[in-house]
């Protein structure tokens, strides 16, 4: 027999702004205690360093958590020039120094264009990247340093908001990047760039697929709410389950039609797209998951959520 979950059987996603300081699973097992929820994931980690948006899954969301993880990436960041860290960023000992009391605005924003677009990075060794089996971190806490292969990302704008010189100089960016981007490598390599080493000294995620840093709810907030033993306040915060694929075709159906898509039968939906993953949802606006558009146009179900989830 199956072990049955302990918790509620909460559904949607939350979306935290990370507390500094705090690691993802952190925060993760901080909110699904909070929420009292049997079932809780995250959608790829952020350093203790950044803040921002973090989105949670909680409950039958948990099914669509890969989507938010593939998904493009906002951040604001400062990057402390002449200066080198053994992570790439303010936690790590310094590695290296050298004055960059010579660089100046017009410097750095021809420095990024290397950045932007189309690039390859060498992932850091500070990082979640597994090598035979263990965390690259891991390696790395050991001493030990492995080969790594550059990845292929896109660096879809890299904006600078300020610069502020000095022998320690600093440098406000703007990022939008695809999945699997490190913000730390960019820095790291934009002080190699330059000359004069450089790391992340602040990093907040602003943006985490379709979802805004002004959507966001704080872990006080949450902790307020759970003090007063509010579990539907806490339980409004949350985002609809859909949210994390509202970028898919949705497809409406009737009841009949949804009766058999819950069996695991294809249905035939008219005026349904020629190809491809979409959402699906019964003519009352229940949503009842993903299906793919087979060869015969019919729809066939993928990854379907449990009644009310």
């Known amino acids: 027999m199956a072990r049955r979950r302990r918790g509620r059987a909460v559904s949607g996603?939350?979306?935290?702004?990370?507390?500094?300081?705090m690691s993802s699973n952190q925060a993760l097992q901080r909110c699904k205690w909070l929420f009292s929820a049997a079932k809780a994931g995250h959608t790829g980690s952020l350093d203790p360093l950044a803040t921002g948006v973090l989105p949670l899954c909680f409950g039958e969301a948990t099914k669509f958590s890969q989507y938010l993880l593939d998904a493009e990436k906002g951040y604001e960041s400062t990057f402390c020039l002449g200066q080198s860290t053994e992570t790439g960023d303010a936690e790590g000992e310094t590695v290296g120094e050298a004055d960059a009391g010579h660089l100046d605005k017009a410097t750095i924003e021809e420095a990024l264009n290397a950045f932007r677009g189309a690039i390859e990075q060498l992932p850091p060794m500070y990082s979640a990247i597994k090598r035979d089996g263990k965390p690259l971190y891991k390696l790395a806490r050991a001493g030990i340093e492995v080969e790594r292969q550059p990845r292929a990302v896109t660096v879809k704008s890299l904006e600078l908001l300020?610069?502020?010189?000095?022998?320690?100089?600093?440098?406000?960016?703007?990022?939008?990047?695809?999945?699997?981007?490190?913000?730390r490598s960019l820095a790291m390599d934009l002080g190699e760039r330059l000359g004069v080493g450089g790391h992340v000294s602040a990093l907040r995620r602003i943006k985490a697929g379709p979802f805004a840093l002004d959507q966001c709810v704080t872990m006080g907030t949450l902790e307020a709410l759970h003090e007063h033993k509010d579990l539907a306040g806490m339980d409004a915060l949350l985002q609809p389950t859909d949210t994390a694929v509202a970028h898919m075709p949705l497809l409406k159906l009737p009841e009949s039609s949804g009766f058999y898509l819950r069996q695991g039968q294809p249905v035939l939906v008219p005026n349904a797209p020629c190809d491809?993953?979409?959402?699906?949802?019964?003519?009352?606006?229940?949503?009842?998951?993903?299906?793919?558009?087979l060869d015969d146009g019919r729809v066939a179900p993928r990854r379907l959520v449990v009644s009310g989830g």
């Open 162 to 183: 300020a610069f502020r010189p000095g022998a320690r100089a600093e440098a406000d960016v703007r990022i939008l990047c695809s999945k699997g981007t490190y913000v």
């Open 13 to 21: 996603i939350l979306l935290l702004d990370k507390p500094l300081g």
């Open 276 to 293: 491809g993953m979409v959402r699906v949802a019964l003519e009352t606006g229940e949503f009842l998951g993903l299906g793919e558009i």
